[in-house]
């Protein structure tokens, strides 16, 4: 069983969600693939991980840059998809990157010699905690914002809400 809870941001609400004492999940309202990773039933409840992912959430929305390595992980997802959401944690708060660039270092550490940057670009957008692993740092090779599973509003206001050079 999983437990949610809401968040009033200025992004609009999230809902996150923990599986016994990991993050689990971490969505928009309205996200593309919103629980798709979650297999089981999502109730309604408190958890020690959810009121440490809203206060890091406090943080990380008043302008600080709370490290994600803070927060036990769990995202569900094939080893290529865990591969792509470990790397976009090691893209700097208020820094981006390519979808192009992303590949690059995905075929780097699955030691293969090319990544095509739409596989990457579906493993970004498949991320079920959004946010806190920064898939909204992502960018098209001619730096133009595309596809964020959260609108691109909010992927807007979450670079300028980092300080990214756009």
Known sequence: MY????????????TLCSQEDRLAGLWLKDQKYF???????????????LAQAREWLDRYF??????????P??????????TVWRLLLQIPSGQVMTYGQLAWRTAEALGRPSMSAQAVGSAAGHNPISII???????????????????LERKL??????????
């Open 35 to 49: 629980g798709a990773s979650i297999a089981g039933e999502m109730v309604p409840g408190e958890s020690p991980v």
């Open 133 to 151: 692993i920064p898939c909204h740092r992502l960018l098209g090779a001619d730096g133009s914002l595309t596809g964020y599973a959260g609108g």
């Open 62 to 71: 008043a302008g600080k840059q709370p490290d994600p390595d803070e927060l």
């Open 157 to 166: 206001w979450l670079l300028r809400h980092e300080g990214a050079d756009l």
């Open 3 to 14: 437990l949610t809870s809401q968040y009033a941001s200025p992004v609009g609400e999230l």
């Open 73 to 82: 992980l769990a995202p569900a997802g094939t080893p290529f998809r865990q």
